[in-house]
């Protein structure tokens, strides 16, 4: 399973961007994607996730100001991010859980490669 994540990018606070993942690789269904972050100097942590039924859970440094959302029939899981804040500066990383690829099951998660998202102050 291949995840390619798009849209990072330079703005400033107050600003917004909206993330794409896109899942490949003979997928059937994914149960869940998501979007963690890491910033320099700090550990991965969770911006949200979302199910295949649409049930999603953010971090809370990022509730009311981020959106996410997903297409299950393209594999692809989309973050909106508005308001954005200095303290957003992070590599966002796209991830898949609970794959169903051809006849296998794969419980594990699959990442991406990671987004820059900068924000200037």
């Known amino acids: 399973v291949q995840l390619q994540a798009s849209g990072g990018g330079l703005v400033q606070a107050g600003g917004s961007l909206r993330l794409s993942c896109a899942a490949s690789?003979?997928?059937?269904?994914?149960?869940?994607m998501g979007w963690y972050r890491q910033a320099p100097g700090k550990s991965r942590e969770l911006v949200a996730t979302?199910?295949?039924?649409?049930?999603?859970n953010y971090g809370d440094s990022v509730k009311g100001r981020f959106t996410i959302s997903s297409d299950n029939g393209k594999n692809m899981v989309y973050l909106q991010m508005n308001s954005l804040k200095p303290e957003d500066t992070a590599l966002y990383y796209c991830?898949?859980?609970?794959?169903?690829?051809?006849?296998?099951?794969?419980?594990?998660?699959?990442w991406g490669q990671g987004t820059l998202v900068t924000v200037s102050s």
């Open positions: 979302i199910t295949n039924t649409g049930s999603s």
């Open positions: 690789g003979s997928i059937v269904r994914i149960n869940v």
């Open positions: 991830n898949a859980a609970g794959v169903y690829r051809g006849s296998h099951f794969y419980p594990n998660a699959f």
